[in-house]
């Protein structure tokens, strides 16, 4: 790498978050998205950046602009909801990204929450979901607690295996804290994401041992041969349950297993892949619970030193602008036109 | 210790298991349990011995028998149940173990799954739950899927502290597998079970790095040391994530938090603490999900060289005996007198 190009690596642009959304919006919809997906892929990229996860945010938004543009995600899909039960919301996402029949159904979702307590909102067809605490953040923000869970194609061994079968299956979940931010967790499955081994295979790096195995099972830190290879779980065989367990969940309606879905970044078709989310109103199980929760949290961190989930951002607002790298940057101008 | 002891402790008592049920049973009767304590404890432990989970089985109930004898378990409780929508149930356990208002429930609950899709249980103010995956299993072989959380009085360590946060507070999943017993995974959010530290320390042996700190919160292979210091969550932060929510779903309807717990294990008042049951029905989702479920467990197992969570159980039916160690054996028929 030339000095110039480290330079250039160092540089941050700095905007406006609303603007930043509306440059992604130009983006998808230049590359054949219609506005709804252009809606749900510019909020969520955009989230992830403010929320400190840039792996998830505008670098990831090019992933998604080429599988639109190749036709791994479908740029016009119709999706189409069932509500089997009054608490079960069943959605088709007929190959688009899963954000859009979220968005037809989550007023209605958050509606039957607070009649019911509880209710599900599961998805089969769909794209990968990208930053999943986006989509149960939203529905604390409303005061209620969800867990989601979304798999992906097979990138990851699970069980001991020597080849990938699961994909780093993300699981999100969310609490309303009183007077703060909602407490957020959002993790894959994998030790590490993607993206990482990737970044470092892009920069010559080598990986830290545990991330991956090479293509015959061996544990590798060269980047190139975990790409060729297969992530390795987090936390061991409870880390690869529960990676099972958000592969069952998330295909519970007729999304495609892991070991089915096309690969997120080559070819011509979607991955098909499910995500499930199940909501809770916790003022029917107890009133008083988000001020508890919010106590205890205080407790944790101001008597007992616990680093908590979201970086601490349970007691800082989310920041009005995002901080980019200026080739990250320029390289979105391009694509947005 | 001595070789007479060595030769005891490798002999083994074969026991039928509903007559093992049985002496369980007198045992928690002769202790102050009532018929549904009686009923319930003797249940959860023979499944955690029939399942390969003797740590949960026998060895446990006597934990349960002195704090029966000892007062941390209320022997005759009155816990009651309400239903704020139909498909919420807000248990109380009134101190007592709380397989009761889940036996109580189990019916009226299965029933609101099977027509609405979805439904929560939820308690606090009970004792510890034991084998988690007791509850999830007896939703799955009803055809459903379960996740339940339960947490504990803190023993473990959380997001970086030096002191005990969070109880080893386990989670458990079970799904109906079409033709075979249920998938069931059933795991505590420590990197061990405090019952192994227990015993490492009782047989003067160490135990693996990782597992805990000492008192001062430095990592310790030594077994006392760790009695003395705190376990430590599996998987790194994001096993220390996944225990925090399921404290947090564990103590949603009014549970303690584990920093509020007794110890299960000395003094005389009850930890009052929570568990979390969300259970669906996969037919509303997609009708064929059980075969769907079988045969992709088959593919991961047979192709791929998959261990599935329960040692492979989802193949082999339950044994009809329990196979003990006669100490342990001898020890359960004198507690049953």
Not at 44 to 50: C, D, H, K, L, Q
Not at 226 to 236: E, I, K, S, Y
Request: with cysteine; glycine share 10%.
């Amino acid at each position: 790498m030339t000095a110039e190009k480290d330079v250039r690596r160092a540089l941050r642009a700095t905007t406006n978050a609303s603007r930043l959304v509306e440059i992604c919006r130009r983006a998808v919809l230049r590359h054949g998205g219609d506005p709804a997906t252009a809606d749900s892929l510019a909020a969520s990229a955009v989230y992830a950046e403010r929320n400190g996860k840039p792996n998830q945010g505008i670098t990831h938004l090019f992933d998604y602009l080429d599988a639109l543009r190749d036709g791994r995600i479908k740029g016009r899909p119709r999706p189409s909801i069932t509500r089997p039960s009054p608490v079960t919301f069943v959605a088709d996402g007929d190959g688009g990204v899963p954000h859009i029949a979220f968005d037809l159904a989550v007023d209605q979702l958050a509606a039957a929450v607070r009649n019911f307590g509880v209710a599900v909102f599961s998805q089969k067809n769909a794209y990968f979901c990208g930053a999943l605490g986006y989509f149960v953040e939203r529905m604390a923000s409303h005061g209620l607690i969800a867990l989601a869970t979304a798999n992906s194609s097979a990138l990851m061994s699970a069980g001991g295996s020597a080849s990938a079968v699961l994909g780093t299956n993300p699981m999100a979940f969310a609490a309303p804290v009183a007077e703060r931010s909602p407490l957020v967790i959002d993790q894959a499955s994998s030790q590490t994401a993607f993206m990482n081994v990737r970044e470092s295979a892009r920069l010559g790096r080598s990986i830290p041992p545990g991330w991956a195995l090479d293509h015959e099972g061996a544990p590798t830190t060269d980047a190139e041969a975990a790409l060729d290879g297969v992530l390795l779980p987090f936390g061991g065989y409870k880390g690869s349950n529960i990676a099972l367990m958000i592969e069952i969940l998330s295909a519970m309606s007729g999304g495609n297993w892991s070991l089915d879905a096309s690969p997120f970044d080559s070819g011509d078709s979607g991955p098909s892949v499910g995500m499930f989310l199940v909501c809770l109103d916790p003022n029917l199980f107890d009133a008083n619970f988000s001020t508890r929760l919010s106590l205890h949290l205080d407790r944790l961190r101001d008597d007992f030193d616990v680093r908590l989930p979201g970086g601490g951002r349970t007691s800082r607002p989310f920041p009005a602008t995002c901080d980019l790298p200026v080739q990250v940057f320029e390289r979105l101008w391009a694509r947005a036109g």
